[in-house]
């Protein structure tokens, strides 16, 4: 479809929608008169806030069901997947279960949904290396993210990354998890890879790279806007306290 006529049909798709939620006339003016950026600013100031609030709304609801009944999701997903016998349901089970700490039975049901096309799909073979480390066997995840890798060479994903230098530390594989960490740390969007690479250095009779990496990690927090520092507050702790500031 040509890109002129995809324009004028989501500038009328947006008229439209100016006209049935009763929004202010005002709008359709924009909308004809400025093409593209008319819809660009109609996006940003009327539709993404109530996304956003829509999403809010959302998770409060779910905090409120939780609260309320705490086994609703677990009932859910468990007659799902007994009905539904996919890799979608089981993944599903899987995160609920490893949500309220049994780590042990939520790696057997992404395990269970883990055959035939969907033998190598990386999404719950992530899910299992998650909950087989919680579980605490480490092997086992690093198992588990082999396979994803080996199967899934494009597949990227930062907390998979990390979860593999754990996996590899926690059996004792030092070597190789530092140069993991460092690889992880390097684009890992929060402070957690770089002070536990801190923390492997520092284990590893490196001290003073330790303590460089943890310096970095706090100077690096101090430009970082405040809703960044509260979301990072544990590792920020940490490394204060690894440098005794």
Same mark, same amino acid.
């Given at each position: 479809m040509p890109f002129y006529v995809l324009s004028i049909l989501v500038q009328v798709g947006l008229v439209v929608h100016v006209i049935k939620t009763g929004r202010q006339t005002i709008w359709i003016w924009v909308l004809v008169l400025l093409p593209g950026v008319g819809a660009l600013a109609y $996006? /940003?100031?009327?539709? +993404?806030?109530?996304? &956003?609030?829509? #999403?809010?709304?959302?998770? @409060?609801?779910?905090?409120?069901? %939780?609260?309320?009944?705490?086994?609703?999701?677990?009932?859910?997903?468990?007659?799902?997947?007994?009905?539904?016998?996919?890799? $979608? /349901?089981?993944?599903? +089970?899987?995160?609920? &279960?490893?949500? #309220?700490?049994?780590?042990? @039975?939520?790696?057997?049901?992404? %395990?269970?949904?883990?055959?035939?096309?969907?033998?190598?799909?990386?999404?719950?073979?992530?899910?299992?290396?998650?909950?087989?480390f919680a579980a605490g066997d480490a092997a086992g995840a690093r198992q588990s993210l082999d396979a994803l890798i080996t199967n899934n060479p494009d597949f990227k994903s930062a907390d998979g990354h990390l979860l593999y230098a754990r996996a590899l530390e926690a059996e004792g594989n030092v070597f190789k998890a530092e140069s993991e960490y460092r690889a992880v740390a390097a684009y890992y969007p929060g402070a957690e890879a770089r002070v536990r690479h801190a923390l492997l250095l520092k284990q590893t009779s490196r001290p003073g790279e330790a303590r460089d990496a943890l310096s970095d990690v706090l100077k690096t927090a101090e430009l970082a806007p405040r809703h960044v520092r509260r979301a990072q507050a544990e590792w920020l702790a940490i490394a204060k306290r690894e440098l005794g500031a």
């Amino acid at each position: 479809m040509p890109f002129y006529v995809l324009s004028i049909l989501v500038q009328v798709g947006l008229v439209v929608h100016v006209i049935k939620t009763g929004r202010q006339t005002i709008w359709i003016w924009v909308l004809v008169l400025l093409p593209g950026v008319g819809a660009l600013a109609y $996006v /940003a100031v009327e539709l +993404l806030p109530d996304l &956003l609030r829509l #999403r809010a709304t959302r998770s @409060a609801v779910r905090a409120m069901q %939780r609260a309320v009944d705490p086994d609703r999701g677990l009932r859910h997903a468990s007659a799902t997947a007994a009905v539904s016998d996919t890799v $979608v /349901a089981k993944a599903r +089970l899987g995160a609920e &279960l490893a949500r #309220r700490g049994d780590y042990a @039975a939520a790696a057997e049901s992404y %395990r269970a949904g883990l055959r035939g096309i969907y033998e190598h799909d990386p999404t719950p073979l992530l899910g299992l290396a998650e909950s087989q480390f919680a579980a605490g066997d480490a092997a086992g995840a690093r198992q588990s993210l082999d396979a994803l890798i080996t199967n899934n060479p494009d597949f990227k994903s930062a907390d998979g990354h990390l979860l593999y230098a754990r996996a590899l530390e926690a059996e004792g594989n030092v070597f190789k998890a530092e140069s993991e960490y460092r690889a992880v740390a390097a684009y890992y969007p929060g402070a957690e890879a770089r002070v536990r690479h801190a923390l492997l250095l520092k284990q590893t009779s490196r001290p003073g790279e330790a303590r460089d990496a943890l310096s970095d990690v706090l100077k690096t927090a101090e430009l970082a806007p405040r809703h960044v520092r509260r979301a990072q507050a544990e590792w920020l702790a940490i490394a204060k306290r690894e440098l005794g500031a």
